[in-house]
């Protein structure tokens, strides 16, 4: 399906990119393409049981299509007000045509997000690396607090992203999703990178 066609699916409107709000530590809203999302569906890493931050979240198509797909929890947050209105209204119409519940969103810095019982994260490059390890902060602290295995997912990763992650003692490489295939390129860097807890 093209990305039209699963927003008409879905009931939402994501397509489309923003980069309106655009800076050093923020860069712009452009939603991961479906075809991607359905690869990350298929490789069942993620079930009914996640519960799932999606940090980043724009209009909200990632939340949107793992709940509606595999019928996990999910929580959007993203800092750009504008996106968080788009992502209510599609919620509402969402919600109104599936009748599901299990997605919410926050307007709030992933900095300051107070992670409660998440065990998945999902990320598309939302922000710069310095951000990013604030957030990990976040994540190592309910790690520590709660002890159970988390999964991070980072599509289309930066060279930054994958050398700070891989000085994370409580994060460990477990395996990545290849999607060059989908874009018919040699793009090493279309594929979904997948870090989990170390115990």
């Given at each position: 399906?093209?990305?039209?066609?699963?927003?008409?699916?879905?009931?939402?409107?994501?397509?489309?990119?923003?980069?309106?709000?655009?800076?050093?530590?923020?860069?712009?809203?452009?939603?991961?393409?479906?075809?991607?999302?359905?690869?990350?569906?298929?490789?069942?890493?993620?079930?009914?049981?996640?519960?799932?931050?999606?940090?980043?979240?724009?209009?909200?198509?990632?939340?949107?299509?793992?709940?509606?797909?595999?019928?996990?929890?999910?929580?959007?947050?993203?800092?750009?007000?504008?996106?968080?209105?788009?992502?209510?209204?599609?919620?509402?119409s969402y919600n109104k045509c599936k009748n599901k519940s299990g997605v919410k969103f926050f307007c709030?810095?992933?900095?300051?997000?107070?992670?409660?019982?998440?065990?998945?994260?999902?990320?598309?490059?939302?922000f710069s690396v310095e951000v990013l390890q604030s957030v990990v902060g976040k994540i190592k602290k309910?790690?520590?607090?709660?002890?159970?295995?988390?999964?991070?997912?980072?599509?289309?990763?930066?060279?930054?992203?994958?050398?700070?992650?891989?000085?994370?003692?409580?994060?460990?490489?477990?395996?990545?999703?290849?999607?060059?295939?989908?874009?018919?390129?040699?793009?090493?860097?279309?594929?979904?990178?997948?870090?989990?807890?170390?115990?």
């Amino acid at each position: 399906m093209i990305e039209k066609d699963w927003d008409k699916k879905l009931n939402i409107t994501t397509c489309g990119r923003d980069a309106s709000k655009e800076n050093a530590y923020h860069y712009p809203y452009e939603p991961t393409p479906y075809s991607v999302l359905e690869r990350l569906v298929e490789s069942e890493y993620i079930s009914s049981e996640s519960s799932v931050v999606d940090y980043g979240c724009g209009k909200g198509r990632v939340s949107f299509f793992l709940n509606h797909k595999s019928g996990c929890k999910v929580v959007g947050i993203d800092f750009d007000e504008r996106m968080c209105k788009a992502a209510q209204e599609n919620l509402l119409s969402y919600n109104k045509c599936k009748n599901k519940s299990g997605v919410k969103f926050f307007c709030e810095s992933a900095e300051k997000y107070e992670i409660e019982d998440a065990d998945t994260f999902y990320f598309f490059n939302p922000f710069s690396v310095e951000v990013l390890q604030s957030v990990v902060g976040k994540i190592k602290k309910s790690y520590y607090e709660n002890l159970r295995e988390m999964q991070l997912f980072f599509y289309y990763p930066s060279d930054e992203y994958i050398s700070y992650l891989m000085t994370v003692p409580e994060l460990i490489f477990t395996d990545e999703i290849d999607c060059q295939d989908l874009f018919g390129g040699n793009d090493e860097r279309e594929r979904i990178v997948i870090f989990e807890t170390y115990f």
